[in-house]
C-alpha cells in the first residue's frame, strides 16, 4: 500500500499517522482513590459540573468506602505499566513509560510536566479506553488538549495519540481465553446443583452511556452507514468475534447490555441494565450466565461492584448460576499486543515503522489515529469546544507548520 502522508500534518487521508521518533509514552487513565480521604473529592472531580445528583454520588462513595477508601484501578495502571516497560526491554526498545490520571494523581498535568523537565517533546498517548465514544476516547483527547494550554507546553511537547484498540489481538485475545474458562466454570455450577443440561446465555457487558454520547461516537461518515449507533456496534463486533473464536460457545444464546448508569433519571441511556436483562433471562428459563465485560481492561470498581457485587447478588436471588470472564489486565497477549501497536508508530533509524501495517481481527477497525473534525463531540457547559490533540482539526499538540 503506498501512504502519503501530508508533510505539514504528518497525516494521510484514512486518519493514518507517519512513523516517528517518540521519546516517551504517556499511559492515560481514570484514576482513583487510595483512601478514605480522597474518596469524595475524588468524585467531585470525576462529576465536576455534570449535574450528578449528590444522593449519587454518596451511593458510588459507599462502593470505595467497602473497599477502605481503596480503587483497584492504580494498583492495576502500575502492574500494566511495569509488564509494558518489560515488553519494551525484552524487545530493545529504550523508551520511558509515564502514567498520568483524569481524576486523581498522579494527574495528567503534573505528568507533562514531568514529561517536558525531564527533556521528552514526542510524546505517544495510550489511553486506557478501547472504543470510540466521548468517555473512552475523545476526553482523554480532551485532557492532553487542556494539559498542554494549562501547563503552558502547547508548541512544546508534541503530544499523538494511539489508536482505540477495541479491534486487536491485544484486546480480544484475553476475553477469548477467559470465555473458554467461565463457560466450564458455570457448566460444573450446573452439575453440582444437578442441572447438567442447565441453559447457559453469555452475557456481553459494557459500560452505559447517555444516548447522545452514543449517537455522537466516531466520525459523521461511519455513522451515516450503520443501523445503530457506533459505539454499540463496536461491541458488538468485539462480542461476535469472541463468540466466533470459542468453540464451547457455539449454539449458546448472547446479549449485550449495559451497566454503571449514571446521571438524570430522564436522561435516556443506553439499555437493558445487565439487573434487568438478568431478571428476564430467569424468566425465560436459563439456569446460569457467563458475563463478559468486554468494556473495560482491568478488574477496577465498576467490575467488582456492577458485576461481581451487584450483578451476582442478582443471580444468586434469581437462581442463576454466575462467572464472570477476566479483563485483559495484565495478560501477556494484551501486553505484547499493545507494544505491537506503539511499533507500528514508533520510527526506526529509515523513518520507517517498527513494524508494518495496522493490525486488526475485529470488524470496524482499525481505528483512526487521528480523528476527524466533530469524532465523539460534545461541547463544554458554556457550549464552547474543549481543545484536543489527535484529530485533524487540533488546536494543540501538532507542531505548527
Ligand atoms: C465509557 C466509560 C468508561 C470506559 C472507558 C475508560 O476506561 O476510560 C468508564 C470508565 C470508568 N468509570 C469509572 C468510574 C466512574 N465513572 C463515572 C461516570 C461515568 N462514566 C461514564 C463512562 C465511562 N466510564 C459516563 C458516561 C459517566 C457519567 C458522566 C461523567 O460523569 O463523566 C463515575 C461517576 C459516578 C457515577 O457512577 O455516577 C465514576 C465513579 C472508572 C474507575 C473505576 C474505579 O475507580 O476503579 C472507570 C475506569
Ligand atoms: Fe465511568
Known amino acids: 500500500m503506498t501512504q502519503s502522508f501530508d508533510p505539514r500534518t504528518g497525516y494521510d487521508e484514512n486518519g493514518r499517522m507517519e512513523p516517528k521518533a517518540y521519546d516517551a509514552i504517556l499511559l492515560a487513565s481514570f484514576g482513583g482513590p487510595e483512601g478514605q480521604d480522597d474518596v469524595i473529592p475524588f468524585l467531585r ?4 459540573g455534570r449535574g450528578i445528583p449528590d444522593e449519587r454520588l454518596e451511593e ?31 524487545r530493545g526498545i529504550d523508551l520511558p513509560i509515564y502514567w498520568g490520571n483524569r481524576n486523581w494523581h498522579p494527574f495528567v498535568n503534573d505528568i507533562l510536566e514531568q514529561i517536558a523537565a525531564d527533556g521528552h517533546r514526542k510524546v505517544l498517548l495510550m489511553g486506557t479506553g478501547a472504543y470510540a465514544g466521548y468517555s473512552a476516547c475523545r476526553q482523554y483527547r480532551e485532557d492532553l488538549g487542556m494539559g498542554l494550554r494549562a501547563t503552558g507546553l502547547e508548541g512544546v511537547v508534541e503530544v499523538d495519540k494511539l489508536r482505540q484498540f477495541f479491534d486487536t489481538p491485544a484486546f480480544v485475545t484475553p476475553f477469548v481465553d477467559g470465555l473458554r474458562t467461565s463457560l466450564a466454570t458455570v457448566r460444573e455450577q450446573l452439575e453440582a446443583a444437578g442441572k447438567p443440561e442447565g441453559r447457559i446465555k453469555i452475557v456481553f457487558v459494557t459500560h452505559s452511556i447517555p444516548m447522545s454520547d452514543a ?15 457506533l459505539y454499540t456496534a463496536q ?20 446479549s449485550l447490555v449495559y451497566q454503571s448508569r449514571s446521571g438524570a433519571p430522564h436522561t435516556p441511556w443506553l439499555e437493558p441494565d445487565i439487573n434487568d436483562a438478568l431478571e428476564e433471562d430467569a424468566a425465560a ?40 470472564v477476566a479483563t485483559p489486565g495484565t495478560h501477556e497477549a494484551f501486553v ?9 508508530r514508533l520510527a526506526s533509524k529509515d523513518g520507517k515503522a517498527l513494524r508494518e501495517g495496522r493490525c486488526s481481527v475485529v470488524d470496524g477497525g482499525p481505528w483512526f489515529d487521528v480523528c476527524r473534525p466533530g469524532c465523539c463531540e460534545k461541547a463544554a457547559l458554556d457550549g464552547t469546544l474543549r481543545p484536543t490533540i489527535g484529530a485533524v482539526d487540533s488546536e494543540v499538540g501538532v507542531p505548527q507548520a
Open 45 to 48: 472531580n470525576v462529576t465536576g
Open 60 to 90: 458510588v462513595a459507599v462502593h470505595y468506602r467497602k473497599n477502605g477508601g481503596v480503587s483497584p484501578i492504580n494498583a492495576q495502571n502500575r502492574a500494566l505499566k511495569a509488564a509494558l516497560e518489560a515488553e519494551l526491554a525484552s
Open 215 to 229: 449517537n455522537a461516537a466516531g466520525p459523521e461518515a461511519i455513522r451515516a452507514k450503520l443501523d445503530e449507533n
Open 235 to 254: 461491541h458488538r463486533a468485539v462480542a461476535n468475534y469472541i463468540l466466533a473464536n470459542v468453540e464451547e460457545a457455539a449454539g449458546l444464546e448472547h
Open 285 to 324: 428459563g436459563v439456569d446460569g450466565v457467563v458475563v463478559v465485560p468486554i468494556g473495560f481492561i482491568s478488574d477496577h470498581m465498576e467490575v467488582l461492584w456492577d458485576l461481581d457485587t451487584e450483578a451476582k447478588d442478582t443471580c444468586a436471588e434469581l437462581g442463576l448460576a454466575f462467572d464472570r
Open 336 to 344: 505484547s499486543g499493545l507494544i505491537d501497536l506503539v511499533e507500528e
